[in-house]
């Protein structure tokens, strides 16, 4: 400013002084026309002094802010935003400041990113394959990983600062419209809001610990409501939860080791599917618990992955409740032309999964006979980058007591199988899509409302980024009308008349 001002009024001011001179010797001046110069000089004698005025303002106020900044040095430098105190001794040298530039990756405390297990990118067979909600603390860990070794392609000095806490938000929104006709009943129809879901990802400050919280929504009518009771109120049955909160110490990026404890869903089989409707291993299967798990994965293309884990379940055999089920988990991760997975496990109670609790066979407090562990195998695997193979079975072990869960007369041994082939291909300016074909089954499961077999049809496609559609055509057999089942030794015979049920399901899904 004070370099622009002095040239600019030096040229003015001899412009002024100059001009009487030059126009006496051209020209006959008069009186007026000298009278008319001798202003022009006055006015700019006065620009000069307001303008010299504003640079002693400037100077002034130059001099004020330099007083009041702290000096920068070059171990500390001056912050950019508001500066806090340090918390300990360890910190003194170190700069303190609220981690939030958007010039720095990674210093963002708050952001948003996509939905845990779905791709936000367009990633053909990835996309379409639905997240199984199992195993979240290893999809978390391989994010945190992936994350870090992009911050370090840039440069290391970001993970040299004392704060990189991260708090990554994401979600999901599910709208279904379908049609049912179960065995030549009337059909019916239905608009429904099935799935929304908001994730909140911790990550830091220390490289070791992540924590992870799922806000979730149940469109289940329930038991007792404002309305006094099973209200036909469609949109009263929207219920909040916490549906997973867990922390989880490990780091992928220096150990293949990992512990996680929390409310989750324990790594009892995978439940990856195309199709909207739940797979019949997962009805079977899936337990959700408030878990303890110690597990491994090396790190690699090829490579094992495994954990073993505790909690108190539901259900139990002794008198009191006390921590008595868990289980152990092994698999393979493989790629090449052909990719994937292979794993099992053994759960020490299916009794206690979600599927059994819903469907409320027991009585006495959830107190039974004996205990049912549980065996899950499951594969998937790619065949290049068009072709995906699913399967997964669930059994258990033994039966259970009739008084417990009863099949015909005796205790039930329930089982089931899922199977799906589907192949990948582009539509529609090479936007991802796959279709599918699926064949499920279930065995002495009557009593948990299963079908006895399933013949399943999906086209998904993601026409949008961040989004999933899908059509699902489904065939369903009931087990005879001569099959019994039910809970306490009292052979209530479920829902059963050997005939088939019918449906047909869109879906769309936004992920955010």
Do not use: C
Not at 96 to 118: I, K, M, R, W
Not at 170 to 175: M, Q, R, Y
Request: charged letters at 15%; a neutral charge.
């Amino acid at each position: 400013m004070k370099a622009q001002i002095k040239p600019l009024a030096f040229a003015m001011l001899l412009t002024g002084f100059t001009a009487a001179p030059v126009f006496a010797d051209t020209v006959t001046v008069d009186s007026a026309q000298l009278d008319q110069i001798n202003a022009q000089t006055k006015s700019l004698k006065s620009s000069l002094a307001s303008l010299q005025k504003q640079v002693k303002q400037l100077k002034a106020q130059q001099a004020k802010n330099k007083n009041k900044t702290a000096p920068a040095t070059a171990d500390a430098p001056a912050p950019s935003v508001r500066t806090i105190k340090p918390s300990s001794p360890q910190t003194v040298n170190q700069p303190e400041y609220l981690p939030f530039d958007l010039d720095v990756p990674g210093q963002a405390f708050v952001s948003t990113g996509p939905y845990v297990g779905v791709p936000y990118q367009f990633a053909g067979g990835d996309l379409v394959v639905n997240s199984p909600s199992v195993n979240t603390d290893l999809q978390l860990l391989s994010i945190r990983k992936s994350i870090h070794n992009q911050l370090m392609a840039m440069g290391d000095q970001v993970f040299k600062e004392p704060s990189h806490s991260h708090l990554l938000l994401s979600g999901t929104a599910e709208v279904q419209g379908n049609y049912t006709n179960n065995g030549g009943a009337p059909s019916t129809t239905n608009i429904d809001v099935t799935n929304v879901a908001l994730d909140a990802f911790f990550m830091g400050p220390s490289d070791w610990t992540l924590g992870f919280i799922e806000f979730d929504y149940n469109n289940g009518t329930p038991a007792t409501d404002v309305f006094g009771g099973n209200s036909q109120y469609t949109v009263a049955d929207s219920r909040l939860m916490v549906n997973k909160a867990f922390i989880t110490i490990g780091n992928f990026s220096e150990s293949p080791f990992y512990t996680t404890f929390g409310q989750m869903y324990v790594p009892f089989g995978t439940y990856q599917s195309l199709m909207i409707t739940d797979t019949l291993p997962k009805v079977l299967g899936r337990t959700k618990s408030r878990a303890v798990e110690v597990g491994f994965m090396q790190q690699g293309q090829n490579a094992f992955y495994g954990s073993t884990y505790i909690f108190r379940g539901d259900s139990h055999a002794a008198s009191v409740d006390k921590v008595n089920n868990g289980g152990l988990n092994l698999g393979y991760k493989f790629s090449g032309v052909v990719n994937g997975t292979v794993g099992g496990g053994v759960i020490a109670n299916l009794a206690d999964s979600v599927g059994f609790q819903t469907a409320n066979n027991f009585q006495n407090a959830e107190q039974i006979v004996h205990r049912v562990p549980g065996y899950n195998l499951n594969a998937t695997i790619g065949l290049g980058s068009k072709w995906d193979l699913i399967a997964e079975y669930v059994t258990a072990s033994t039966r259970f007591n009739p008084n417990d869960m009863a099949y015909n007369g005796h205790g039930a041994k329930p089982s089931a199988i899922d199977t799906q082939l589907s192949y990948a291909f582009p539509i529609l300016d090479n936007k991802p899509s796959a279709i599918g074909i699926g064949y499920s089954a279930s065995s002495q499961a009557m009593a948990m409302g299963m079908p006895l077999n399933r013949y399943s049809l999906v086209m998904n496609t993601s026409l949008w980024r961040n989004t999933l559609q899908a059509i699902e055509l489904r065939h369903d057999r009931e087990y005879a009308a001569s099959t019994t089942g039910g809970n306490a030794g009292s052979e209530a015979a479920a829902p059963a008349t050997g005939k088939y049920d019918n449906a047909i399901t869109a879906s769309f899904d936004y992920y955010f």
